[in-house]
C-alpha cells in the first residue's frame, strides 16, 4: 500500500504553530514511506474563510519545504461530489430529513439537561413519513443505535465510542450546504487518503466518519490523532503564547529549518537527540513515536535551535532571504552579500538580526552611536586616524595590511588596538560592533572605508 496523507485546513484562521506541527506530521509520515502528500483547503465555510488565510496556508507550507503533490485541492469546488453522497445515503435509507425546528430542539435539550441527560438529537424525524412542503429541513445521518465504534488511532491507541451516545449527525445544512464530517469522508476517501493526521482535538469526530465510511462502503482510513499544543504555562496556545500566524516567523528571522527542527520535538522524540535536520526527519519520523500527551510551547528551545541552525546552514542558502529581509539594491561595486554572510551568521542569533549586522555594508551610517563616541573617540583619536590614513595612501590595501598598520600604529603610540580599532568601527558601522576589522575592511573595500572614515572626521570635527 502507498502511504498517502493530506493536511486539510480550513482558511477561516490563520496557519499557527498548531497547525503547522500537523501538517509536517502528515508530511512526514508520506515523505518517510514514499508516499505522496495532498493538500486540501476546506474553504466550505464562505463566511469565515478569508484569501488572506488561504495565503499564510501556501505561504507557510511553502517556506517550511513542505511541498504537496499535485495541486491544492478546493473544497469548496467538490460539493457536487458531497451532495451526491447525501442524496445515496437518502436513497438507501441510511440518512433522513429532519424538519424539527431551532425552538423544538431547544426545548428537547432543556428537557434532557432537566433529566440529567446528555443533551443529543433524540431521532424523533428519524421514521417520519411526511414530507412537509416549504418546511427547511436539514439532513441527517441514521447512526447506529447499539453497539460500539472504535478508532484504532496510530497514536492514541484503541478508543471506543458507544454508539448510543452518538446522535444522528446534521450531513446537510438547510441551506443544501454539506457539513465537514461528510466532506471530510468523501474527499479523504475520493483523494484515497490512506493515513489522516490530524490534531486530536478531532477525535470526537472520528467514530462518525467512521460509520459514515461504512455506511457508503468506502474503506476506512487509518487514523493517527496528534497531541494538542500547549503554551509554556499549560493553558491553550494563544498570541501571547507565541501562537501567531507561521509566516509571522519568518518575518522575525528565524529559519525554516529550526521552526521544522522545533516543531517535530513536539510530542515526537528519538532517542534524546534534540537536533535534526529535515532529511534526518525524514529518515527517522515514524507516528508510533509519537507521545500521547500534550506538548508545551518553549520559546528558548525555539531560540536555541534557531541559533544552531543559523551556525550550520550552509551560507549560499541564507542569501535570498537574508536579501529580502535587507530590502536594499545591492551594487556591483559593493560587497557580495554571501561574503557578508559568511562573516556574519556565526554571531547572529536570527536572520533579522543578521540582516541588520549586514546593513552597514550597503548603507553608510546616518549618525554614530552616541554612547560609542563618547566612550571611543577622544582627543588622542585624531592622531592615529591620521596615521592610518597616512598609510592607506601610501601602502597597498587589503584588510590584512589595515590590520596590521592599526597593530602598528598603536603600538607606536603606546596604546591597545581598540584605541583606533573602534573609532573606525564606529565610522563605517556607526556603532562599535562588527565583525573582525581586516574582514570589515576588506569586504568593504579601500574607496568605502576611507571615504567613512574621512566622513567622521568631519561630522565630529575632529
Ligand atoms: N478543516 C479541518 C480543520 O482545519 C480539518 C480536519 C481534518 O484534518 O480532518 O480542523
Known amino acids: 500500500m502507498t502511504v498517502k496523507t493530506r493536511f486539510a485546513p480550513s482558511p477561516t484562521g490563520m496557519l499557527h504553530i498548531g497547525g503547522a506541527r500537523t501538517a509536517l506530521f502528515s508530511w512526514l509520515y508520506a515523505r518517510h514511506f514514499g508516499g505522496e502528500f495532498m493538500l486540501r483547503i476546506e474553504d466550505t465555510d464562505k463566511e469565515r474563510s478569508t484569501d488572506e488565510a488561504t495565503q499564510v496556508i501556501l505561504d507557510g507550507m511553502k517556506w ?87 478508532v484504532r488511532d496510530m497514536v492514541l491507541g484503541d478508543v471506543c465510542f458507544l454508539n448510543e451516545e452518538l446522535d444522528d449527525l446534521i450531513i446537510m445544512r438547510s441551506d443544501g450546504t454539506p457539513t465537514y ?26 467514530p462518525r466518519q467512521i460509520q459514515l465510511y461504512e455506511a457508503l462502503g468506502l474503506p476506512v482510513p487509518k487514523f493517527a490523532h496528534i497531541p494538542l499544543i500547549h503554551g509554556a ?31 517535530a520535538r513536539l510530542s515526537w522524540s528519538h532517542g534524546d537527540d534534540e537536533v535534526f535536520s529535515v532529511e534526518q526527519l525524514v529518515e527517522l519520523f515514524d ?71 549586514a546593513r552597514f555594508f550597503y548603507e553608510k ?58 573609532p573606525i568601527r564606529i565610522f563605517l558601522a556607526g556603532v562599535p560592533v562588527s565583525p573582525p576589522i581586516d574582514v570589515t575592511l576588506d569586504l568593504l573595500g579601500k574607496d568605502e572605508a576611507l571615504a567613512r572614515i574621512h566622513e567622521g572626521i568631519e561630522k565630529l570635527k575632529l
Not at 423544538?104 to 421514521?127: F, H, I, S, T, W
Not at 528558548?300 to 535551535?305: E, F, G, I
Request: hydrophobic fraction near 40%.
Open 365 to 422: 551610517p546616518q549618525s554614530y552611536q552616541e554612547k560609542a563616541v563618547k566612550k571611543n573617540i577622544k582627543e588622542g583619536t585624531k592622531v592615529l586616524l591620521d596615521a592610518f590614513l597616512a598609510k592607506a595612501e601610501l601602502e597597498a590595501w587589503s584588510g590584512e595590511a589595515a590590520h596590521q598598520w592599526i597593530a602598528d600604529i598603536c603600538e607606536a603610540e603606546g596604546v591597545g588596538m581598540g584605541k583606533l580599532a573602534q
Open 64 to 150: 517550511l519545504g513542505l511541498d504537496w503533490d499535485g495541486e491544492p485541492v478546493y473544497q469548496g469546488a467538490r460539493q457536487a461530489l458531497h451532495i451526491a453522497a447525501v442524496n445515496k445515503l437518502l436513497d438507501e435509507g441510511k440518512a433522513y430529513k429532519c424538519y424539527c425546528s431551532r425552538e423544538a430542539l431547544d426545548v428537547m435539550r432543556d428537557k434532557q439537561k432537566l433529566a440529567g441527560q446528555k443533551p443529543m438529537y433524540d431521532g424523533r424525524c428519524r421514521e417520519r413519513t411526511d414530507a412537509p412542503e416549504d418546511e427547511p429541513f436539514v439532513i441527517r445521518f441514521k447512526s447506529p443505535r447499539e453497539g460500539e465504534t472504535w
Open 233 to 263: 504555562d499549560g493553558a491553550k496556545m494563544s498570541k501571547r503564547h507565541g501562537s501567531v500566524a507561521i509566516t509571522e516567523y519568518r518575518e522575525q528571522g528565524y529559519l525554516p529549518s529550526a521552526v521544522t527542527n522545533y516543531l
Open 181 to 206: 464530517n461528510l466532506a471530510v469522508v468523501i474527499d479523504d476517501a475520493d483523494m484515497g487518503i490512506t493515513h489522516v493526521v490530524r490534531g486530536s482535538d478531532h477525535l470526537n469526530n472520528t
Open 287 to 357: 507516528l508510533n513515536a509519537v507521545g500521547k500527551s500534550a506538548s508545551r510551547f518553549d520559546q528558548a528551545k525555539l531560540d536555541w535551535l534557531n541559533t544552531h541552525w543559523m551556525k550550520a546552514s550552509k551560507s549560499s542558502d541564507l542569501v535570498s532571504e537574508v536579501e529580502r529581509l535587507l530590502a536594499v539594491d545591492i551594487q556591483a561595486h559593493q560587497p557580495p552579500l554571501l561574503g557578508v554572510i559568511e562573516c556574519l551568521q556565526e554571531r547572529s542569533k536570527n536572520l533579522l538580526d543578521l540582516a541588520a549586522g
